[in-house]
Structure formats: C-alpha cells, structure tokens
C-alpha cells in the first residue's frame, strides 16, 4: 500500500472517530509528559467553559477549572494511573461562571511512542444529567425507604396495641389465642407439656363498687406485676377480661411445679393492697390444665382450666384446682341434668312425695313431710340427692319449693275428699327462697289455713342474722299462719339467742342425733337437753330419722313430740299415702 492510500485510511478512521465522538460529545485530549504541553480540542474547552485558540493548554489551568474540592483527587488519578500504567478515570465537577457545576468524566490510558515519549490521551464527557438523574434516584429512594421505616413503626404499634392490654401492658384476650393456635400447631416434642392457668380475681367486683374504678384498675395493675414477676421466660401471660387472667407455662412444668407456683401467686395476692391510704384486699382463684401428650389441643386446655376454675370457685375462694378427668365426666353430667332439670319443670315431672309424721304419746297421724321427688322420663323417681344442688345452681330451687307447696296444698284438699283429715303439711324452703324477696307475694293466693302448714327451714340459714330480707320473710311467713320448723337441729350453730329471735314452732332433731339415741347416754342426754330446753321457750320437738320402734319408744320417754321415720313408713306418693292411712285405719269414717 502507497503513501496516498494510507494517508487516505487514516483519513476515514479520524472521520469516523471524530463522528463517534460528536455523537457522544466527547472531548479529546492528549498530555505530553515530558514537556507538560497539552493538547485539548474544541469540545473539551466547551466542556471546560473555557475559550478555545489554539487547543494548547497545561495542567494548571486544568486543575484551576475543577471544582476546588476535585484538585486532589484528580491529579492523584493521574499520577497512580501514570506510575500503574493502568486506564485512568476520573470523575470531577467543573464550575462554569455562572456558578452552575457541569460534571465530566475523564477516560485514559498512557501511550508511550517508539521513541519513549510518553503521553497520557484520553477523552472527556458531560455525565451531568446521569449524576443528576442519579442522585434523584438516590434521594427518591432515601424517602422512600423512610417512608416504609415509618409505615414498619406504625405497623408494628398497631399489631402491639390489638395484642395488648392497654391498662396493664399484658397480652390480651387476641395474643392469647393466637398462642394457643401456636402451640396446637406446632407437633413437636416441646409440647408434651404445658399448663395452663386461668386466674380470677375474687373479690375484685366489690373494690370497683366500694372504691371506685381508679381503685380497680390499680389493683388489676399490681395483680399483673404480681403475674408477670411469678413467670419464667417463654412463659406467657394476658388478661383476657375484666378480672380474669391465663398463663401459659411452656417449660415442661411438673405438677408440683405448678402447685407450688398457684401457691405463691395465691399467696402474694391475698397481701393486701394501699390505695390512697385504703388497705384493698382481693384473692385469686385458679384453674389449672396440663397436657402432657404431643399434640396437645391448646384451646381445649383453656376450656379444661376454666372447668377447674368454676370448681376451684365453688370450693371456696383462695384456691386453685386441677383438671381432672372425673371433673369432666361430673361436669359434663351436671351439665346434662342441669338440661333435664329444665325440660322437667316444663314437663311437670316434679311431684311431692309425703313421710308421715306421729305424735309420740298416742301414735296417731299428726302430719306429712312433703318431700320432693324427680318422675324421670328414663331413670324412675329421683331422690333430692340426685338433682337438687344442681337445682340449686340454676336457681330452680324456690320455683321447685312453690311447686311443692302447691301440689301438696292440692293433695290435702284431695285426701280431705277422700275422707283423710290431714292436720299440717311440712314443705322444706331453701336458702335462696327464704332470701328472696319476692317469696311473700308468691304466697299470696294460696288457700292457707293457719296452723296447717310448716316452712321447715335449715339451721345453716340463721347464721347470717344480719339478713333484713330473711327476717322481714319469717316475719311475713308468720303472719300468714304458717309454723316455722327448724330442720336438721342440732347440726348447726343456732344459738339461744336466735331462737329467742324466730320463736320457731318446731325443732326437727337431726338423724344423726336420733340414730344412736339408744346407745350413748351422752347422745341420749343431748337429745334430752335438747327437748328441755325447747320446751322451756314453748317449742315442740319432731325426730326425724326414726328407723324402729325402740327408737320411738325411746323418743317418747325422752319428751318429743312428734316422730318420723322409716319404723312407720318411708316417703310416699300421694296416692301410697292415702292407701298407707286407710290401710291402718287413719282414714276418718265418712
Ligand atoms: P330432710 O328435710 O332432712 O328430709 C328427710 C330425709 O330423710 C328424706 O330424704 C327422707 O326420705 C329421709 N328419711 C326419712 N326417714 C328416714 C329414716 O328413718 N332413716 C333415714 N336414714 N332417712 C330417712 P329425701 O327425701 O331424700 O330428702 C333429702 C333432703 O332433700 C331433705 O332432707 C331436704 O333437705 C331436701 N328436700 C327434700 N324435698 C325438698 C323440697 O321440696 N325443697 C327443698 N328445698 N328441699 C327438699
Ligand atoms: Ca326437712
Ligand atoms: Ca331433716
């Protein structure tokens, strides 16, 4: 190839060189080491804002049009580019005259020619939209980015106050089930144990009446301080109502273990309480469940402790209770006839069955005990026993007494017709009818005839003489000419002084007085005492519990009254009693 036709070459590629670098608006530039003469293009002194002559330019007024603060760095690239022989880049502000900062970039690479002349060429570009565009991105993420840190703090207060208990900082009643959820999820070894407790403040009601709910709300704060300060960690524990709290105690407790630690609670609990100088007293109850199987079903524990706790509760206050199978099994039949016994209401399956009462000294009919008794649809006729302290709990128990009042004031008026003179009917009145206020007016409309009807009444029912409401009763009762009888005399603690008081008709000496009666001297001078010092005050005596005849005879000789018991007849049915009497010839001739 000629001269001319490589010239031509070069030509074209400086064309096509120059072309790329318009399109990029690049500048050139091109330093000679050894003489510090440097060559800068048209575009590069554009770059620069500096006026172009010739294209000679230096060092020093290159490092003058940089940004003061990029001198350093600059030259130190050049220098480490130079002495590595490595590609040197660089990135530097260039402030213009009117004060506005234009970013290059400079790219080189050492040339060294034949001879040893070394050069340093390169290029130069604007990069100022890109820095531009990226510190937008920048700042724009840095927002961002706090935006989501703000949102991740909102977030997370929200999930701890729906999981919180704002008054004491427990969990609540939702952070309890999903722990619950947790723990029957997971199927692992670690659950072959966990307890349960669920706690109950007693007592708490009455400081939120008497002291205010400022007052109450101190106490179910230092209630949880106490909680929480009896729990290990891993434990967990929420208050899940007003006064209620559960623990769930993970670490593998043994039944000691959770004994010992019921005890310290119950015991830090019953410590009494300052309140603006007030001494506040409240105690716990505690139901406790443990599962001791893997997979465990968590929330069924929870219904399981608070199986114990009901009981735990009935038991007397201050305690605790585990669960237990046969709680179940007694809870889940109370539960059936609790069902049955409201099915038999409306059903009238209750009826009174009547025990015949004597009079001692001529053995002739003095009178009935109406007792209750259960016509069940399968099992036959139920004594007392089976169904009247769950009667009791539903509250039936006066609804039932009325029931038997009714029917037996029915059935005298029945026998009466029949020719049987029935002098008095005892019915037995519970505790809850005898303080309940409306018994009064329930009586009212009935065809009483004074004298001929009882209200036997447990001795347990006078211990609280404070009662307005059983006094006001008693006193109506007696207007209405009804006798008060004193049931099971002689178990209890009526003093002298209350039956002053009550002034009853009647005492029912106790069975368990009775019985023995022939035996002991002691239990005979008792039940002599006894009948003393009733019929000092002008009270009659009945012996209930009257098994043979000797008891009778017994009975007689010692002064009482009138008697009762299987020696002449157990419960009856309307109809067997009226059998019963015409049988022994206690039927008046008609
Ligand atoms: P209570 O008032 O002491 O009734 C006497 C209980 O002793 C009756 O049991 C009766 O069947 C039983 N009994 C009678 N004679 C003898 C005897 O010679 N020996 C023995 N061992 N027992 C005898 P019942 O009918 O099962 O009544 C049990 C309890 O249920 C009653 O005790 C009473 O407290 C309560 N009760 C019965 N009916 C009613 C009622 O209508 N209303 C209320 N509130 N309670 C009732
Ligand atoms: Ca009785
Ligand atoms: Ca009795």
Not at 23 to 40: F, H, I, K, P, Q
Not at 68 to 85: C, E, F, H, K, M
Not at 293 to 314: F, G, I, P, S, T
Not at 507 to 527: C, S
Request: net charge negative.
């Amino acid at each position: 190839m000629g001269l001319y036709e490589r010239e031509q070459d070069l030509e074209k590629l400086s064309r096509r060189l120059d072309l790329a670098l318009d399109s990029y608006r690049c500048g050139m530039w091109e330093a000679d080491l050894d003489s510090n003469v440097t060559y800068w293009d048209e575009r590069m002194h554009q770059l620069y804002g500096l006026v172009y002559t010739d294209g000679a330019t230096n060092e020093a007024t290159w490092l003058n049009a940089l940004h003061p603060d990029d001198r350093g760095s600059a030259l130190s690239a050049v220098n480490t580019a130079i002495g590595a022989r490595e590609t040197y880049v660089h990135q530097a502000r260039v402030v213009l005259t009117e004060g506005a900062v234009r970013h290059i970039r400079s790219v080189g690479k050492l040339h060294v020619s034949p001879e040893g002349r070394r050069k340093l060429v390169g290029i130069a570009l604007d990069v100022t939209d890109d820095v531009v565009m990226t510190e937008q991105l920048r700042a724009a993420k840095a927002m961002a980015d706090a935006k989501n840190a703000e949102l991740e703090q909102a977030r997370i207060r929200i999930e701890h106050n729906s999981l919180h208990d704002p008054l004491t900082g427990l969990g609540n009643r939702r952070m309890l089930d999903k722990a619950l959820e947790r723990l029957t999820g997971q199927n692992t070894d670690a659950l072959q144990s966990i307890a349960i407790l669920h706690i109950d403040l007693d007592r708490f009601k009455q400081i939120n009446d008497t002291l205010g709910h400022a007052a109450g709300d101190a106490m179910l704060v230092h209630a949880s301080e106490i909680l929480r300060s009896n729990m290990a960690p891993g434990d967990m524990v929420a208050r899940i109502g007003g006064d209620e709290f559960v623990v769930v105690v993970t670490g593998a407790p043994g039944a000691a273990e959770l004994a010992a630690l019921c005890d310290r609670i119950i015991a830090e609990m019953r410590q009494p309480v300052d309140y603006n100088g007030f001494p506040c007293r409240f105690g716990v109850s505690i139901g406790v469940a443990v599962a001791r199987q893997a997979h465990a079903d968590a929330r069924k524990l929870l219904v399981n402790a608070d199986m114990a706790l009901y009981r735990a509760k009935e038991n007397g206050r201050n305690r605790y209770q585990f669960f237990t199978q046969m709680l179940q099994a007694e809870v889940v039949t109370a539960k059936r006839v609790a069902d049955e016994i409201l099915e038999g209401i409306e059903r009238d399956e209750f009826v009174p069955w009547y025990q015949p009462q004597f009079d001692a000294s001529t053995l002739a009919l003095s009178g009935v005990e109406a007792l209750i008794r259960w016509r069940h649809p399968r099992q036959g006729i139920l004594t007392p026993d089976k169904f009247l302290a769950i009667a009791d709990e539903l509250n039936v128990t006066a609804a039932l007494d009325r029931l038997v009042l009714e029917k037996s004031l029915a059935d005298q008026m029945r026998w009466a017709a029949a020719g049987l003179r029935v002098p008095k009917i005892s019915v037995n009145v519970s505790a809850k009818r005898l303080q309940d206020e409306r018994l009064l007016a329930s009586l009212e409309g009935l065809s009483i005839v004074p004298g001929q009807i009882s209200f036997e009444l447990v001795e347990s029912i006078f211990l609280d003489e404070s009662d307005d409401i059983v006094t006001a009763n008693i006193e109506g009762i007696k207007k209405l000419g009804i006798d008060i009888e004193i049931d099971d005399f002689g178990t209890g603690h009526t003093s002298i002084v209350s039956l002053l008081k009550i002034k009853p008709k009647r005492l029912k000496i106790d069975r368990q007085l009775v019985v023995p009666v022939l035996g002991a001297r002691t239990e005979q001078a008792l039940i002599r005492s006894i009948i003393d010092i009733a019929r000092s005050l002008g009270i009659e005596t009945v012996a209930e519990g009257v098994e043979t005849m000797a008891h009778a005879e017994m009975l007689g000789i010692l002064g009482c009254d009138l008697l009762q018991g299987y020696a002449f007849s157990k419960p009856l049915s309307a109809e067997n009693f009226l059998a019963f009497a015409t049988d022994r010839g206690l039927r008046l001739a008609s």
